[in-house]
Every structure is written in structure tokens, then in C-alpha cells.
């Protein structure tokens, strides 16, 4: 793993340490002795993550952590803040500055290395997310700056896995204005609970009794269902082996008892909305891949989903030897009716014939919209005669009862003619065995319309 690192700290001895440390473990690093120098370097390259000073000249570390993470340009970069202040008023100030972690001066190897690798994962998933989706749609400001606002919109779901009854209330009361808290002792029990419920962040006491928080929280990294909810370790005084074994596993953050309760509160809230801004991510890219191979208009796969998928199809139905057949149908008149009901009338005949064509095919036949007014439904294993049989079927469900015009009322009376064709041993790919059945549609339309014509007719 490697990155690219910002160390920015008005001494040049903390800055050669650092830089040393980091460049052992062949990471880029780039250093600043101010933050004004910072957020210039930040503006003008690329950034993976960054080391910052809290006390420094002119503008401290909160006022540059606060400037970066408004700026939509650098709001996503990791900020590491390592300072000689080791009070909980001085990190609970530092996460609503957007912070998303401390270190302490002098710094532990161990846990810089882990804490560095951590951020950079989690800083690398985020981002190709969020490219992902940015190239598809544009995201909104106040999306891309949603992580890093000090509240939440609405109370957070939270799984507390505790078993001592005095901690569960003191957390639990802690929590009570910005999380609905569900507290279970039972670890076993909490993995189950933890996967039934969209839980946004976990947290786990180290004090299990009788059972490894460790394996608890690598089991929650395990399963499909819970590896992408954040995990906060509670940890006692002198578990740092733990600790760092932990963020390895994947857990996200940590506190050491005694618990502030306000810095509880803020680094909850933190990995509440981070949770929240990976599932929009999520959520967009989702839709964008939808988008890229479905039809707007009739949700119907569109063409380029078909031209992807045709030829697969045909290449397994030859290596198997198995039947494939392919029928295009096509709204009769469909310019007349663009005419007579407008370009919106025109819009509902469209979305009402797919549902019909929907409903006419097998679960099994894969319909697409072509274009226009035309459709194409491919039937894997499937012979001509039953295809043509499929395609008699849709015909009388188009010509069986009119369309409906939302915007006026009116109903249509629609026919469709299909072509329907089979695949031949001599077929190179999907674009022969299409043209055949668009012939076969062309003799359809000749032949007076509404009726089916197999490429043998």
C-alpha cells in the first residue's frame, strides 16, 4: 500500500520524524510548517491523507482541519491530527472541526502505521465510489460535505455490546440525544441482532466475559450483511496490543476508558454519517449501473444492455446446443398515434405496451426495449414454434384491451406485429439471428399488421 501523505507541523524536528517513519514504510510524504502552506498544497496536488499539528502560528490545526473539510475540493482527505493535547475537550473539539483521528505526541509506531493504513483503505473505498457515481450523475454540495458536519439529521441506530449493566446505562444515557441505542450483553446474541437490523454503527466493549471482542468484531467483518457497518472498540487502559489488532480486523475507531461522554458522542455521530455517505455512494452508483443498461421510460432493459447480453447468449446456446430464439415487435402506427394524443399520450402506450410485453413473456426471456417503438424479447431454450407461440400471445394481449391516456382519458385501440426467429447453426453472433427476425417483422408489417410471422413464413 501506498500514498501520498501530508505532515504539517511548525517544528522541524516533530516533521523530520514523522517524514522518516513514513517514508520507511514507502509512503510519498510531503511536508508544511504552517497551515496557510497546508491547505495551498492541498488545493494544488493530490492528497492522501494528512498529519496535522494543532498548535501552530497564524491559523491553528482546528481552523485548517474546519477550512478543509468545507471545501468540497479536499473535504474528503483522512485528517490525522498529532498533538502534544491529550484532553477529551481538545479531541471532542477536534472531530466537529471533521478530525478523523488523534494521535498523541510522542507518537507510537505501531499505532501511526495502523491508524495511516486504516485511513488511507477507507480513504481508497471512498473515493472509488464516489467516482464512480460523480462520472454518472453530479452529487450535490451539501451531499459531499454531509460527512463531515458536527450533527445528525435524524437519531443514528445503534448496537451497544456490553455486558456490565453500569456501563450499558452510562453509555446509553451518553448516546440517548442523537442514537437509538439497542444494549446486549450476549455477543453471540449481538451478531445476530447486528444482522437483522440496519444497524449504523456497533459498539463493542473489550470486557466481554467469557469471549474475544476480536473475534466478535472480525466476525461482523465477515458477514455480507454487517461488514460495511462502522465498529467503535471501547477498550480498558493498557490494551493498545488489542487496540491495534483491532483497527487491523477492520474496526474503525476506538475510545479508552474512562469514557467522556462527549467525545463518545462525537466520534459516534462521525461514523454514523460516514456510514450514511458511503450508502449514498452506494445507493448512486447502484443507480447509475441501472441507469446505464435500463430504459428510462419503460424501467425495460435497453439496447445497449441487449447488445452486451446477445451475444453471450448465443455463444452459450451454440456450445450447448440448445434452441435460442429472438422475437421484435412493433407498435402499429405508432406515428398516428404520437399525432392524435401528443408526445405524452404517446409516452403511455409506450410504458403501458411494456408492461404488456412484460407480462406476455417468461420469467426466463430477457425483453428489451430497441428503440423507439420497437421491442425485442430473446428466449434462451426455446424453439421457433414456441417462441411464435409467446409471440401470438403478446400480440393478443396488446390487441385484447385499449390503451389508456392519463394526461386526457382517452383510450387507444393499439396492435403490434412481431418477427420471430430461431438460431441457425451458421449464425456468427446475435446480429444475424436480429436481422432475421426484424425480416420477418418487416413481412409482418406487409402483410397487413397485427399478426406474428416466423422467418420460415
Given at each position: 500500500m501506498t500514498a501520498r501523505i501530508l505532515v504539517v507541523d511548525d517544528i522541524p524536528a516533530n516533521v523530520k520524524l514523522l517524514e522518516a517513519r513514513l517514508m520507511a514504510e514507502y509512503f510519498e510524504v510531503l511536508t508544511a510548517g504552517d497551515g496557510m502552506?497546508?491547505?495551498?498544497?492541498?488545493?494544488?496536488?493530490?492528497?492522501?491523507?494528512?498529519?496535522?499539528?494543532?498548535?501552530?502560528?497564524?491559523?491553528?490545526?482546528?481552523?485548517?482541519?474546519?477550512?478543509?473539510?468545507?471545501?468540497?475540493?479536499?473535504?474528503?482527505?483522512?485528517?490525522?491530527?498529532?498533538?502534544?493535547?491529550?484532553?477529551?475537550?481538545?479531541?471532542?473539539?477536534?472531530?466537529?472541526?471533521?478530525?478523523?483521528?488523534?494521535?498523541?505526541?510522542?507518537?507510537?509506531?505501531?499505532?501511526?502505521?495502523?491508524?495511516?493504513?486504516?485511513?488511507?483503505?477507507?480513504?481508497?473505498?471512498?473515493?472509488?465510489?464516489?467516482?464512480?457515481?460523480?462520472?454518472?450523475?453530479?452529487?450535490?454540495?451539501?451531499?459531499?460535505?454531509?460527512?463531515?458536519?458536527?450533527?445528525?439529521?435524524?437519531?443514528?441506530?445503534?448496537?451497544?455490546?456490553?455486558?456490565?449493566?453500569?456501563?450499558?446505562?452510562?453509555?446509553?444515557?451518553?448516546?440517548?440525544?442523537?442514537?437509538?441505542?439497542?444494549?446486549?450483553?450476549?455477543?453471540?446474541?449481538?451478531?445476530?441482532?447486528?444482522?437483522?437490523?440496519?444497524?449504523?454503527?456497533?459498539?463493542?466493549?473489550?470486557?466481554?466475559?467469557?469471549?474475544?471482542?476480536?473475534?466478535?468484531?472480525?466476525?461482523?467483518?465477515?458477514?455480507?450483511?454487517?461488514?460495511?457497518?462502522?465498529?467503535?472498540?471501547?477498550?480498558?487502559?493498557?490494551?493498545?496490543?488489542?487496540?491495534?489488532?483491532?483497527?487491523?480486523?477492520?474496526?474503525?475507531?476506538?475510545?479508552?476508558?474512562?469514557?467522556?461522554?462527549?467525545?463518545?458522542?462525537?466520534?459516534?455521530?462521525?461514523?454514523?454519517?460516514?456510514?450514511?455517505?458511503?450508502?449514498?455512494?452506494?445507493?448512486?452508483?447502484?443507480?447509475?449501473?441501472?441507469?446505464?443498461?435500463?430504459?428510462?421510460?419503460?424501467?425495460?432493459?435497453n439496447r445497449r444492455y441487449l447488445d452486451t447480453h446477445l451475444n453471450t447468449l448465443v455463444e452459450r446456446s451454440g456450445k450447448r446446443g440448445r434452441p435460442l430464439s429472438v422475437l421484435i415487435t412493433d407498435i402499429d402506427h405508432f406515428k398516428t398515434i404520437n399525432d392524435v394524443h401528443g408526445h405524452e399520450g404517446g409516452d403511455d402506450i409506450l410504458r403501458e405496451f411494456a408492461r404488456r410485453v412484460r407480462g406476455a413473456v417468461r420469467g426466463a426471456d430477457l425483453a428489451c426495449r430497441y428503440g423507439g417503438e420497437e421491442f425485442v424479447v430473446v428466449m434462451p431454450d426455446t424453439t421457433l414454434d414456441v417462441a411464435s407461440q409467446v409471440a401470438e400471445r403478446l400480440r393478443n394481449a396488446v390487441a385484447a384491451e385499449p390503451f389508456r391516456v392519463s394526461a386526457t382519458g382517452a383510450r387507444a385501440q393499439v396492435t403490434t406485429s412481431v418477427g420471430v426467429a430461431m438460431l441457425e447453426a451458421d449464425d456468427q453472433d446475435g446480429a444475424s439471428l436480429l436481422r432475421r427476425a426484424d425480416q420477418a417483422l418487416y413481412q409482418a408489417k406487409t402483410d397487413g399488421r397485427n399478426r406474428v410471422v416466423g422467418e420460415a413464413a
Open positions: 502552506t497546508a491547505l495551498s498544497i492541498c488545493d494544488q496536488t493530490h492528497v492522501d491523507l494528512i498529519l496535522l499539528d494543532i498548535m501552530m502560528p497564524g491559523i491553528d490545526g482546528f481552523e485548517v482541519c474546519e477550512r478543509l473539510k468545507k471545501n468540497p475540493k479536499t473535504a474528503h482527505i483522512p485528517v490525522v491530527m498529532v498533538t502534544a493535547l491529550d484532553q477529551p475537550a481538545d479531541r471532542v473539539r477536534g472531530l466537529k472541526a471533521g478530525a478523523d483521528d488523534f494521535l498523541t505526541k510522542p507518537v507510537n509506531d505501531l499505532q501511526l502505521m495502523t491508524r495511516v493504513k486504516s485511513l488511507i483503505r477507507f480513504k481508497a473505498l471512498s473515493d472509488e465510489l464516489r467516482i464512480r457515481a460523480e462520472s454518472a450523475r453530479d452529487l450535490d454540495t451539501a451531499a459531499l460535505l454531509a460527512p463531515h458536519e458536527g450533527t445528525l439529521d435524524e437519531p443514528g441506530l445503534v448496537l451497544l455490546v456490553e455486558g456490565r449493566a453500569n456501563a450499558q446505562e452510562r453509555m446509553n444515557r451518553a448516546l440517548r440525544d442523537v442514537a437509538m441505542t439497542t444494549v446486549i450483553g450476549d455477543p453471540q446474541a449481538a451478531l445476530f441482532e447486528a444482522a437483522e437490523k440496519p444497524y449504523e454503527l456497533i459498539i463493542v466493549s473489550s470486557a466481554l466475559e467469557d469471549y474475544d471482542p476480536l473475534r466478535l468484531c472480525s466476525q461482523l467483518r465477515s458477514l455480507e450483511r454487517t461488514r460495511f457497518i462502522p465498529v467503535l472498540m471501547v477498550a480498558e487502559q493498557g490494551e493498545e496490543e488489542l487496540v491495534i489488532r483491532a483497527l487491523e480486523l477492520g474496526v474503525n475507531d476506538y475510545l479508552v476508558r474512562p469514557l467522556d461522554p462527549n467525545e463518545l458522542v462525537a466520534r459516534s455521530i462521525t461514523q454514523i454519517r460516514r456510514k450514511r455517505y458511503a450508502d449514498c455512494l452506494r445507493s448512486s452508483l447502484t443507480r447509475s449501473v441501472e441507469f446505464a443498461v435500463t430504459d428510462a421510460l419503460t424501467g425495460l432493459n
